[in-house]
């Protein structure tokens, strides 16, 4: 494990220093606690859009929005000329990523508490951006495998800016494609070790997912403001695998996977926020609704000439609609508001498995559990308070609850009411100049998988999972400190300590005996220790060069369903870290960079196997860029530059984990190098 770590470092030292001459750039501004960046900080790393300005930030990470139940308090850490979106599906890196650099006034480095926003903690970007004229920008991104995978020539985005009278505009297209693959060696043993199976098998994956938005901010009268956010996408994604199988289990055959997959998913959100009385009003609405039928079928061809096959399929619509009503008003240093949600989440869906006829047609087979529809009405009531305790304190705090009326028609279908409380404690405090110190203590209710309620069956790795009606959404205290300090010249360090204490955690849990499914457990607990870091290293003379590095550490336990033993949560966190050399060649417009990433999850558990799947073990990249080609920024860059592989490593059982091992896979498939190519420019 140590040379993985080591491997950052001895490619860092291979590498060359270009030395020149020009001074370091300048330190941010500081306003009343704020690090405020300008365009001008900006000015070497040429920059397109406010996402390339904040992600030079140093030591600075974007957090998005986490798709909490509802809208709720806010949850990630970068905001809109101090204001969150209202939704989901667009997602702030895909509006910064669409918001031109010259569109930028500047970017505040705030403490999350200080904003007049509940749920925001720790270091905030408040991104404030003013509009003029019509803008557009446009991005092309093909990307090539040397194995396995089909050419992607499909992803691009093209957006265009605005104003018209009181109202700013963002209109954009995408199609975010991928393509992927591998291929290679899989070995089956028993028990004592012995080969029983060898597979020589090979998969590729392409997917589209074009997708039509937009956002207009109104600028309404006095000092009323709204915003309306609109998306409609589609996806499609087609799945073949093919290989062969020799050996004694299951005899000597080909076999062939496809997976076909199709659907849409749209949004329509905005918010109207005005002066009513001593304080202001927002109104809130928000409708969403997706779709993504999918059929998967495997057919095995053996030596003998017979022929075996399986299918699954899955069909259903899935939507969500919001209310939200937040009220705020000052009374002298204090900031109050109360807030009140109604959200309706709906699944109608249905599983369907079916085996291979004689003559080859496929008929379907009862799936007890496969079918019905799930409904979820759920209403908040939540009041916030915060002010400053001092120059250098401010806290907040919000407290509340919810009530919840969950019922399922079919699948022994249930009605269950639920009341929860909610709410969290938060604190800021300017230790010194360079340091920041903030904490967050909260209480909060998990959202549920509607698909996790109905059974189903997954025909390409032999899998089945009941149906369980009885879920319940997970429950969790959350304790966050986190600390920031300024290395001067040098970039920015900051260090987050974290905890969890989550009940009715969802894991796999036996069924009336002979099945398994997602169901809830007690207790289970996560903690971690998590740093981020970015030094400039302008200070050793090597002008434009800088180094962004993070590692986190994460533990948990859960006791197990089947065994009682403790053991990590199935499949969490448990250690990663990422390294980024960027070198801005001074008085030139070429840069060039290089990164290495790693992450190792905990093993996976069922009640019949346990394993891990992953990719890795480190990936590498680096890349050579010029930001002014006729006006255009091209990039290319050579991806898993250190043979990264596909792995799985499982041991299935013949019946629950506690019974004899059935047999033990282990997978290494190649995926290669990955060339990509990309070309940005405005209009």
């Given at each position: 494990m140590k040379?993985?770590f080591?491997?950052?470092?001895?490619?860092?030292?291979?590498?060359?220093p270009?030395?020149?001459?020009t001074?370091?750039?300048?330190?941010?501004?500081?306003?009343?606690?704020?690090?405020?960046?300008l365009?001008?900080?900006?000015?070497?790393?040429a920059?397109?859009?406010a996402l390339?300005?904040?992600?030079?930030?140093?030591g600075?990470?974007i957090k998005?929005?986490s798709?909490?139940?509802?809208?709720?308090?806010?949850?990630?850490n970068?905001?809109?000329n101090?204001?969150?979106?209202s939704g989901?599906?667009n997602?702030?890196i895909?509006?910064?990523?669409r918001?031109?650099?010259?569109?930028v006034?500047r970017?505040e480095?705030?403490?999350?508490?200080?904003?007049?926003?509940?749920g925001l903690?720790g270091q905030?970007?408040?991104?404030?951006?003013r509009?003029?004229g019509?803008?557009?920008?446009?991005s092309?991104?093909?990307e090539f495998r040397?194995y396995?995978?089909?050419?992607?020539f499909t992803?691009?985005?093209i957006?265009?800016?605005?104003?018209?009278?009181?109202v700013?505009?963002?209109?954009?297209l995408?199609?975010?494609?991928?393509?992927?693959?591998a291929g290679?060696p899989?070995?089956?043993?028993?028990?004592?070790g012995t080969?029983?199976?060898?597979?020589?098998?090979?998969?590729r994956?392409?997917?589209e997912q074009?997708?039509?938005?937009?956002?207009?901010?109104?600028?309404g009268?006095g000092?009323?403001?709204?915003?309306?956010?609109?998306?409609?996408?589609?996806?499609y994604f087609d799945y073949?695998e093919?290989g062969?199988?020799?050996?004694?289990?299951?005899?000597?055959?080909?076999?062939?996977?496809?997976?076909?997959?199709n659907?849409?998913?749209f949004?329509?959100?905005?918010?109207?926020?005005?002066e009513?009385?001593?304080?202001?009003?927002?109104?809130?609405?928000l409708s969403?609704?997706?779709s993504?039928?999918?059929e998967t079928?495997?057919?095995?061809?053996?030596?003998?000439?017979?022929t075996?096959?399986?299918?699954s399929?899955w069909?259903?619509?899935?939507?969500?609609?919001?209310?939200r009503?937040?009220?705020r008003w000052?009374?002298g240093a204090?900031?109050?508001?109360?807030?009140?949600e109604g959200?309706?989440?709906k699944l109608?869906?249905i599983?369907?498995?079916?085996?291979?006829r004689?003559?080859?047609?496929?008929?379907?087979?009862?799936?007890?559990?496969g079918g019905?529809?799930?409904e979820?009405?759920?209403y908040?009531?939540?009041?916030?308070?915060g002010?400053?305790?001092?120059?250098?304190?401010?806290m907040?705090v919000?407290?509340?609850g919810e009530?919840?009326?969950?019922?399922q028609?079919?699948?022994?279908?249930t009605t269950?009411?639920?009341?929860?409380?909610?709410?969290?404690a938060?604190?800021?405090?300017k230790i010194?100049?360079?340091?920041?110190?903030s904490?967050?203590?909260a209480?909060?209710?998990?959202?549920?998988n509607?698909f996790?309620?109905?059974?189903?069956?997954?025909?390409?790795?032999?899998r089945?999972?009941?149906?369980n009606?009885n879920?319940v959404?997970?429950?969790?205290?959350?304790l966050?400190?986190e600390?920031t300090?300024?290395?001067?010249?040098?970039?920015r360090t900051?260090?987050?300590?974290y905890g969890?204490?989550?009940d009715?955690?969802?894991?796999?849990?036996?069924?009336?005996g002979?099945g398994?499914?997602?169901g809830?457990?007690?207790?289970?607990?996560?903690?971690?220790?998590?740093?981020?870091?970015?030094?400039n290293?302008?200070?050793?003379?090597w002008?434009?060069?800088?180094?962004?590095?993070?590692?986190?550490w994460?533990?948990?336990?859960?006791e197990?369903?089947?065994?009682?033993?403790e053991?990590?949560?199935?499949g969490?966190?448990?250690?990663?870290?990422?390294?980024?050399?960027?070198?801005?060649?001074?008085s030139?417009?070429w840069?060039?960079?290089t990164?290495?990433s790693?992450?190792?999850?905990?093993?996976?558990?069922?009640?019949?196997e346990?394993?891990?799947?992953?990719?890795?073990?480190?990936w590498?990249?680096?890349?050579?860029?010029?930001?002014n080609?006729?006006g255009m920024t091209?990039?290319?860059g050579?991806?898993n530059?250190l043979?990264?592989?596909?792995?799985?490593?499982?041991?299935?059982?013949?019946?629950?984990?506690?019974?004899?091992v059935?047999?033990?896979?282990?997978?290494?498939?190649?995926i290669?190098?990955?060339?990509?190519?990309a070309?940005?420019?405005?209009?």
């Amino acid at each position: 494990m140590k040379s993985l770590f080591l491997a950052p470092a001895l490619a860092f030292l291979l590498i060359t220093p270009l030395l020149a001459q020009t001074p370091a750039p300048a330190a941010p501004a500081a306003t009343e606690g704020k690090r405020i960046y300008l365009p001008a900080d900006f000015t070497q790393f040429a920059p397109r859009t406010a996402l390339d300005m904040l992600n030079r930030v140093p030591g600075f990470s974007i957090k998005q929005e986490s798709l909490e139940r509802g809208l709720g308090e806010a949850s990630g850490n970068v905001v809109i000329n101090g204001q969150r979106i209202s939704g989901k599906s667009n997602d702030v890196i895909t509006e910064l990523g669409r918001i031109p650099a010259g569109n930028v006034e500047r970017i505040e480095i705030v403490e999350g508490e200080t904003l007049d926003i509940p749920g925001l903690t720790g270091q905030v970007a408040n991104v404030i951006v003013r509009s003029t004229g019509i803008s557009g920008q446009w991005s092309y991104r093909p990307e090539f495998r040397s194995y396995y995978a089909d050419p992607l020539f499909t992803r691009f985005d093209i957006s265009v800016s605005g104003t018209r009278g009181p109202v700013q505009y963002t209109l954009g297209l995408d199609n975010r494609g991928n393509r992927s693959g591998a291929g290679g060696p899989t070995w089956l043993s028993n028990e004592s070790g012995t080969i029983i199976e060898t597979r020589d098998e090979e998969w590729r994956g392409n997917s589209e997912q074009p997708r039509l938005s937009g956002r207009f901010v109104y600028d309404g009268p006095g000092s009323s403001v709204g915003n309306l956010n609109l998306s409609y996408s589609r996806f499609y994604f087609d799945y073949l695998e093919t290989g062969t199988r020799l050996g004694t289990r299951s005899g000597d055959h080909t076999r062939r996977v496809t997976s076909d997959e199709n659907g849409y998913r749209f949004e329509a959100g905005g918010d109207y926020e005005f002066e009513l009385g001593p304080g202001r009003m927002k109104l809130i609405a928000l409708s969403r609704g997706w779709s993504y039928p999918s059929e998967t079928t495997v057919v095995n061809q053996f030596a003998n000439g017979t022929t075996s096959g399986s299918r699954s399929s899955w069909d259903g619509d899935e939507g969500e609609t919001i209310g939200r009503g937040e009220y705020r008003w000052k009374r002298g240093a204090a900031e109050w508001q109360i807030s009140g949600e109604g959200a309706f989440n709906k699944l109608d869906g249905i599983s369907r498995l079916f085996t291979m006829r004689d003559d080859g047609s496929f008929g379907e087979i009862p799936l007890p559990g496969g079918g019905a529809k799930v409904e979820e009405d759920r209403y908040e009531l939540m009041g916030s308070y915060g002010r400053p305790l001092s120059v250098a304190l401010t806290m907040k705090v919000s407290a509340g609850g919810e009530y919840s009326q969950l019922a399922q028609v079919g699948a022994g279908g249930t009605t269950r009411t639920f009341w929860r409380p909610k709410g969290e404690a938060s604190a800021a405090w300017k230790i010194s100049p360079r340091s920041d110190l903030s904490a967050k203590l909260a209480r909060r209710v998990g959202q549920l998988n509607f698909f996790d309620f109905l059974a189903s069956s997954d025909v390409a790795n032999e899998r089945e999972r009941a149906a369980n009606p009885n879920l319940v959404p997970e429950q969790s205290w959350e304790l966050d400190v986190e600390g920031t300090r300024s290395l001067a010249s040098w970039g920015r360090t900051t260090l987050r300590v974290y905890g969890r204490l989550i009940d009715d955690i969802i894991d796999y849990i036996p069924i009336d005996g002979v099945g398994q499914a997602p169901g809830n457990l007690d207790q289970a607990t996560v903690y971690g220790i998590q740093t981020r870091n970015t030094i400039n290293l302008d200070p050793l003379g090597w002008r434009g060069a800088r180094l962004d590095a993070s590692a986190v550490w994460q533990g948990s336990r859960v006791e197990d369903p089947l065994t009682g033993v403790e053991r990590p949560i199935s499949g969490s966190l448990q250690e990663g870290f990422s390294l980024a050399l960027r070198h801005d060649v001074p008085s030139t417009d070429w840069a060039w960079g290089t990164g290495y990433s790693y992450q190792r999850n905990a093993l996976s558990y069922r009640l019949t196997e346990v394993g891990r799947q992953w990719e890795g073990p480190v990936w590498g990249e680096v890349y050579l860029e010029h930001k002014n080609i006729r006006g255009m920024t091209v990039r290319a860059g050579w991806y898993n530059l250190l043979a990264a592989d596909s792995m799985w490593d499982r041991t299935v059982h013949a019946g629950w984990r506690t019974d004899p091992v059935d047999f033990v896979e282990k997978r290494d498939r190649q995926i290669g190098p990955i060339f990509s190519f990309a070309v940005r420019g405005k209009f």
